[in-house]
């Protein structure tokens, strides 16, 4: 088999094995590898015509589609850097990661181009506009020519920049412990070793189908696309509204591997799953959060004859740890151990390793380690660090390994099995999203319904956290929050809008620092409702 190194390499090998294997299905049309193989040759020869240097950042903003993902692997193609932007963002934050990352190309629908017309003119660094369809009318951008999908790919073939696989192949946005979103920039590299390491453990085959459910901006969701095709697989795209929506995809397609992150599975186990599924879904994966041991049960004792794999992964190294399917009744609260070709480490402040059953801080080693964060060498610098001497590396070695310290604390039991015990940031977790409580209060004082605001994260069933909210008015006003959850709406995507709104007379209560005092605040709201008062 042909060695792969970069990310494209995954559908251009592929499409050399087995060129009339299916690829991608999308609204019940299929496109063979090598179909697929072409469309990302055409936008890589069009990108390239365009002018785009070495490295430059291609931004993706569209739902699931056949384009998208032959932008995101033609980018690649042509020595560029893909951005896949959430389809779900609201038009300011779609802008804010087009200028954090200096976009040069946008590639997007008519109808999102529409939303984005004031968004854009603030977009300094960007180029060129490349639409799918083919609208009425060609809109105009000042300071941007913008394109249609056919013509990029009606461009005569031309070669990429040179590149390898260490260089920067795409730039996922995640949301920070403080402020807004941070760019995790990730090699060829890190995305191939990915998809060869899950690829193995999950058992990938070339007769498998995989649902693509999640959002491909998420490392998980764009990683059935690239496990997938390392094996020669077919991805069926699916933009859904519905749980249902997904159960009956998995029927219709015969689908054999699904990834869901809790949320959906809760969702997902409620309904009545007919018993031909056990037929063909050959295995369920979970990530972005813990499932709920009940949810596992009832998920179990519908599909007998499906392997459940518990994952937990951070995108700043992809993927961590699995925990194999036949260990999922011993240890349901486990999330396993390091998943190929990387490797764990549960660490003292120190740098020493933890004993067992011991709780430290995650850190992880080896290629899948990400880049740093995107032109922001101080949040870097705090993720990203020298292993320590003291962990157990070699003394003779001269230059550092650069390994991503989670920030978030596990344990292992004496047989190595990890346990995830919570986090050290403020980070919240909710419906497999992680949201910054600074980038929620940052809209909230948009609006200027607020006076003083904090934001925190509390335990729920179904979202993994709800986001709940404490706010004062307004100087010389009051707080309507009936009126602050509409322009939430407005403003956030659903995932971010919160589920509780408490107003407070002010001022709210400060740490020694003269900060709001987040940790008590939520501290007094958990204990409340712990005690129904």
């Not at 893909?82 to 038009?91: E, G, R, T």
């Not at 984005?116 to 060609?138: F, S, W």
């Not at 925990?323 to 402040?349: C, F, H, M, Q, T």
Request: proline residues 8%; glycine residues 8%; contains cysteine.
């Amino acid at each position: 088999m042909t060695s792969t190194f970069l990310l494209h390499q995954l559908i251009g090998h592929s499409a050399e094995r087995t060129p009339e294997s299916p690829a991608l299905t999308f609204a019940g049309q299929s496109r063979s590898y090598a179909e697929l193989d072409t469309a990302v040759g055409g936008f890589a020869a069009g990108l390239i015509a365009l002018g785009l240097a070495r490295s430059e950042r291609v931004a993706i903003y569209l739902d699931k589609r056949v384009e998208l993902i032959a932008a995101a692997f033609g980018t690649t193609a042509a020595g560029g850097v893909f951005v896949p932007v959430n389809p779900i963002l609201k038009p300011e934050q779609v802008g804010y990661i087009l200028q954090d990352c200096n976009v040069r190309v946008l590639v997007t629908s008519p109808e999102r181009f529409a939303t984005l017309a004031e968004t854009l003119t603030r977009c300094h660094d960007l180029r060129h506009v490349v639409l799918t369809g083919e609208p009425a009318r060609r809109p105009e951008l000042a300071g941007a020519s913008v394109h249609l999908w056919r013509e990029l790919a009606d461009a005569p073939p031309r070669a990429g920049h040179r590149i390898v696989d260490t260089d920067m192949a795409a730039i996922l946005y995640t949301s920070g412990s403080t402020g807004r979103p941070k760019g995790v920039v990730l090699s060829h590299r890190n995305m191939v070793t990915g998809a060869k390491s899950v690829a193995q453990y999950l058992e990938n085959r070339a007769d498998d189908t995989l649902l693509a459910a999640l959002p491909l901006s998420f490392d998980a969701g764009f990683s059935q696309l690239t496990t997938a095709f390392h094996v020669g697989a077919r991805v069926v795209l699916l933009n859904y509204l519905l749980p249902r929506d997904v159960l009956k995809a998995v029927v219709a397609e015969r689908v054999t591997g699904l990834t869901a992150v809790p949320p959906l599975w809760i969702q997902l186990s409620q309904l009545d799953w007919p018993e031909t599924v056990t037929e063909h879904l050959r295995y369920l994966a979970n990530t972005g959060g813990r499932m709920p041991l009940e949810t596992l049960k009832r998920l179990r004792r519908m599909l007998p004859a499906t392997r459940p794999y518990l994952m937990y992964g951070l995108t700043e190294a992809f993927r961590a740890t699995y925990l194999p399917p036949g260990e999922a009744d011993r240890r349901p609260d486990s999330i396993g151990k390091s998943i190929p070709n990387s490797e764990v480490l549960v660490l003292r402040e120190d740098g020493t390793p933890c004993a067992p059953n011991e709780p430290g801080e995650l850190v992880q080693r080896g290629a899948l380690v990400a880049l740093g964060y995107w032109n922001d060498p101080e949040k870097t610098a705090e993720r990203f660090r020298p292993l320590p001497p003291q962990s157990g590396r070699d003394k003779g070695l001269v230059l550092p390994e650069i390994a991503v310290f989670s920030g978030d604390t596990v344990r292992a039991d004496e047989e190595g099995y990890l346990y995830f015990i919570g986090r050290r940031d403020e980070m919240m977790k909710t419906s497999g999203y992680r949201v910054s409580p600074t980038e929620v209060e940052e809209i909230l004082y948009a609006t200027r319904l607020v006076g003083e605001c904090v934001a925190f994260g509390v335990p729920h069933d179904t979202l993994g956290q709800a986001i709940c909210v404490i706010a004062t008015p307004p100087d010389g006003g009051r707080l309507d929050t009936a009126q602050l959850l509409a322009e939430c709406r407005i403003r956030m995507p659903a995932y971010m809008v919160p589920a509780q709104i408490e107003a407070r007379d002010g001022p709210l209560p400060r740490n020694p620092n003269g900060k709001i005092d987040r940790k008590t605040l939520s501290t007094e709201w958990l204990e409340r409702d712990a005690t129904g008062t």
